[in-house]
């Protein structure tokens, strides 16, 4: 049987050991749900603070000028490109990963003229669908969404879809599409594909431009560690910038905004997909917490991510298996996310269970137990202490206590 010390020698072996100094993580708490809201950086309430008290207080509106307020948008869009394969002047930092979902569908079915498909599968995040089905509903074109089995996807792309809008990796399962293969296969058809990066980025060395992407979103919650409703991103390859035209055609992406012209004129670049005025807070936020990426190659995110999931597997297989508790993501490396999902039909009571034993991972719809690994912060210990506990609160079956039942707002 594993013991502790090889998990400890896991972790002294580790080469990204050092950056969960970089994060203010409280004493006694294991943390599983990196992929729902990252941890707290250490760096962030200062300067949070200082934008606040300083940049806001002291220096007022000269801030968008004496700050450079007025690019966040497109510098901390550059901070996320290196971490997902981009080029800088391909992302910028804006709104929610939904409104630019919205954003960037929106614009990109102009671009397919005749087709009427958008191609999607049951294993993506219910909000994207949702988004596909209003902007359908506001074109009014005649746009149908698809839904399909995620292993069919490739197989169901034909002549009639115009996009191929998918989620890297599944929310619930942590199943993880082949980002190039289908990309290839979406253009061979003459579709274009829209990423949706938001268990991706931060967690692995996401790589759009050789996957030949064409546009992308993601958050800047969960593995980027930006803070609660922290801004978003999008992507649009450099080569379809000029032809997507913005829906949402605010001043923010207009090429002048402060001429106040009475006619829109998008700006050159991904810039112009901006609406409106940045929100300097969240975004300093976020842009604290992608110091913690300096000099990290995402290379070896991507390994030790799926070495902390090897460990699990083989730790729930060992010890949770003969109590019920069923692996539900995939083993092979290449489809994998960074979690780790375990099948039980009293997931919820057991999720609350275990966080009342400190650790904490989350319950998905309708008998998911996840467990988020973000590589920054995670250490291998947690991943064998978590699973010591969950075989715990499994033998002892408190799970069943009442308290454990009572359904919260947030799951
Ligand atoms: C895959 C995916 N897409 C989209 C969203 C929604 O993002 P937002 O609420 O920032 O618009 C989430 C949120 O968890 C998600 O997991």
């Not at 996401?206 to 064409?214: E, H, I, K, S, T």
């Not at 919820?348 to 920054?376: H, W």
């Amino acid at each position: 049987m594993m013991d502790l010390n090889r998990a400890l020698e896991m972790d002294r072996s580790d080469p990204l050991a050092g950056t969960r100094a970089a994060f203010a993580l409280p004493e006694g708490v294991i943390y599983l749900d990196g992929n729902s809201l990252g941890a707290l950086p250490c760096n962030a309430a200062a300067r949070v603070a200082e934008v606040i008290s300083r940049q806001w207080g002291h220096d007022l509106i000269q801030s968008w000028n004496r700050h450079d307020w007025i690019s966040m948008p497109a510098r901390v869009g550059d901070r996320i490109a290196r971490l997902i394969g981009a080029d800088a002047g391909e992302v910028v930092a804006a709104d929610s990963t939904s409104v630019n979902l919205m954003k960037l569908l929106s614009a990109a079915l102009k671009l397919r003229p005749g087709r009427r498909t958008i191609l999607s599968d049951n294993g993506n995040f219910p909000n994207d669908l949702y988004i596909a089905q209003g902007v359908s509903a506001l074109l009014g074109e005649g746009h149908v969404l698809r839904i399909v089995d995620p292993d069919k996807v490739g197989d169901e792309i034909d002549g009639d879809t115009a996009i191929l809008m998918l989620t890297e990796v599944d929310y619930r399962s942590g199943r993880r599409h082949d980002m190039r293969a289908l990309t290839s296969r979406a253009h061979a058809a003459g579709a274009l594909v829209i990423w949706d990066l938001c268990h991706s980025a931060g967690a692995m060395d996401v790589d759009l431009n050789a996957a030949g992407a064409d546009m992308a979103v993601g958050c800047g919650y969960k593995y980027l560690n930006g803070g609660p409703g922290a801004p978003a991103f999008m992507f649009v390859a450099r080569r379809l910038q000029g032809d997507l035209k913005p829906a949402l055609s605010g001043w923010m992406g207009h090429d002048r905004p402060f001429d106040f012209d009475l006619d829109y004129r998008p700006a050159t670049g991904v810039v112009r997909n901006l609406a409106g005025t940045p929100p300097i807070i969240g975004l300093t936020a976020l842009d604290a917490a992608l110091d913690a990426f300096d000099g990290v190659d995402m290379r070896d995110v991507r390994r030790k991510s799926l070495a902390l999931g090897d460990l699990f597997i083989e730790l729930a297989r060992e010890r949770l298996a003969r109590h019920g508790l069923e692996i539900v993501t995939p083993e092979a490396h290449p489809t994998r996310g960074s979690q780790v999902s375990l099948r039980h039909p009293e997931a919820y009571a057991i999720v609350q269970a275990l966080i009342a034993e400190g650790v904490v991972g989350d319950f998905r719809m309708p008998d998911i137990a996840r467990f988020g690994f973000a590589p920054l912060y995670t250490s291998f210990a947690d991943i064998w202490h978590a699973i010591d506990r969950l075989e715990a609160i499994m033998a002892a079956g408190s799970f069943r206590e009442a308290r454990f039942r009572k359904r919260l707002a947030v799951t």
